[in-house]
């Protein structure tokens, strides 16, 4: 194969970033857009010695999972839907089987487990308007107008599109009356290559409870021209709670400034999720798809089995989203998040909802946690801190070593993961698992329909050495031969990586 070669190929597989993959002679070639099942007209883009990237020229035979008409014009050419020209059922097989594929390969789990252990993957009964958040981009058309939608694939090239299918209705109409205001005031968009303008992006959060709506200006200076006619019109849409600037002057591609100002309305607004209501500031993470949220926060209630007695370490919380959903059915939870307005905004939920037993610290979870059961144990004459479940809720690079070590020290029962990442998921599974642990239940939660991006949840339990050593010796008693005694020994515990320790006991 080379570089700009016409070919044919029928797309027989999927890669985990949504793109089709195709083969020829045995040579792979990645082709994003394609559908599994597409026979297709591609031209190669880079050809390496086994593989190649390829460009979708035209569809020949569609895929029976290819959607005639997708809902959002520029699903193909936007960055952010990258599987929005699939079947939604064919788009929750493909997460279902990342996971799972990425539990197998990574975490060493046998398939025939997994089988056993894995529901269902929890799906949409309507995978659009979905997402309480957006942060729109602002930039300049071909004819020196501020335009604002979303950036194509790859690029930081704006498609102008003020009505994305993912999010709320009202953001296209808080958007237009943001470039209204622009184009009537002569304030001018962002430009990153010359560091010039003044608006950089537009973050919108809706309340899907309250129906309370935010808008927060990001802007490169200190202050935006005329602000209080822009404040006087937005005020008007119904919901509106909070108006809001962040300045960011940085050359950075972080999008919100450290602080923010109010220029109209609170500093946050509210929302639920089931019982427990949150107040969100701009600078708060919260999940943007309520509705699968509480999906989620119920199924990791559920995995933690709470019979309120239990000591709960809620790490990577956030403010206190799941956290104050395990503190309503145990007795302490203790939350650690290195944001600090998130850890403030954690403190407020809990009292807003008149939670007493929740306590959250500020740093990052693989220093508090460590530091805290060293400093445990120098307290109490090395006494080892304790707990009976941990929830962890990482960021994509999933959790490090040494946190995960703390935890396995801590000896706690149930290991609840929450993860966005499923590779490194399985890469801490793999950990966990030869440290004396097992998965229970798994289950992937589609927070972001239309694009490559899964939830996942893992429960591991501890297993307990001590049952089975006794079970065994019991059967020692019995007229058994060592070899007889061990084969059953191993079909009561299945776990590839048992610690030797152990083993020398039964020999014993």
């Not at 003020?162 to 009202?170: E, H, I, M, N, R």
Request: charged share 30%.
């Amino acid at each position: 194969m080379q570089k700009n070669d016409l070919v044919t190929v029928e797309i027989v597989d999927m890669g985990t970033n949504g793109e089709g993959i195709g083969k020829i002679d045995g040579y792979t070639l990645f082709i994003k857009d394609a559908v599994i099942g597409d026979v297709a007209e591609v031209k190669i883009m880079k050809a390496k010695k086994n593989y190649g990237y390829a460009r979708l020229m035209s569809v020949i035979k569609p895929s029976e999972y290819r959607v005639k008409s997708p809902v959002c014009p520029f699903a193909r050419k936007c960055g952010g839907c990258q599987i929005q020209e699939m079947e939604y059922e064919r788009q929750l097989q493909f997460k279902e089987d990342k996971v799972k594929g990425n539990l197998i390969r990574i975490g060493g789990i046998k398939e025939e487990r997994l089988l056993e252990v894995m529901e269902p993957i929890i799906g949409m009964e309507y995978p659009f308007a979905y997402r309480n958040k957006a942060q729109f981009p602002f930039g300049t058309d071909k004819n020196g107008r501020p335009v604002t939608g979303f950036y194509a694939g790859r690029t930081h090239d704006i498609i102008a599109n003020t009505d994305c299918a993912l999010g709320v209705s009202v953001n296209k109409k808080i958007l237009d009356i943001v470039l209204g205001f622009m184009k009537d005031n002569g304030i001018h968009s962002y430009d990153e290559k010359s560091g010039k303008g003044l608006i950089r992006h537009v973050l919108i959060r809706y309340g899907f409870v309250t129906k309370e709506i935010m808008v927060c200006m990001v802007i490169n200076g200190r202050q935006i021209p005329h602000v209080s006619a822009l404040v006087e019109v937005l005020k008007e849409v119904e919901g509106m709670t909070s108006i809001t600037v962040s300045p960011n002057t940085r050359r950075t591609n972080v999008i919100m400034g450290d602080r923010y100002e109010v220029l109209w309305g609170e500093p946050f607004i509210t929302d639920y999720i089931g019982e427990v209501k949150y107040q969100i500031s701009p600078l708060s993470f919260y999940q943007v798809n309520p509705v699968q949220t509480e999906k989620l926060y119920r199924l990791a209630l559920d995995y933690a089995e709470l019979k309120g007695e239990e000591t709960v370490w809620d790490l990577y919380c956030g403010i206190g989203t799941i956290s104050l959903f395990l503190a309503k059915k145990a007795k302490q939870v203790y939350g650690v998040e290195i944001v600090p307005q998130a850890v403030e905004d954690a403190r407020n939920n809990a009292e807003i909802n008149g939670i007493v037993n929740a306590e959250f610290f500020e740093g990052k979870a693989e220093e508090v946690l460590p530091e805290y059961y060293r400093r445990y144990a120098e307290e109490h004459g090395g006494e080892k801190a304790y707990a009976d479940v941990v929830v962890v809720d990482p960021p994509r690079k999933g959790c490090e070593e040494r946190l995960l070590r703390t935890i396995v020290e801590m000896e706690a029962e149930r290991i609840v993961y929450v993860s966005c990442d499923s590779a490194t998921l399985a890469r801490d599974v793999k950990y966990l698992r030869g440290e004396g642990y097992e998965v229970e239940r798994v289950r992937a939660v589609d927070q972001f329909p239309h694009t490559v991006h899964v939830e996942s949840i893992v429960l591991l339990s501890k297993l307990h050495t001590k049952q089975s050593i006794e079970a065994e010796l019991e059967m020692s008693e019995m007229d058994l031969t060592v070899a007889e005694s061990k084969a059953i020994y191993d079909n009561l515990i299945s776990v590839p990586s048992f610690k030797t320790k152990s083993k020398r006991k039964i020999r014993e």
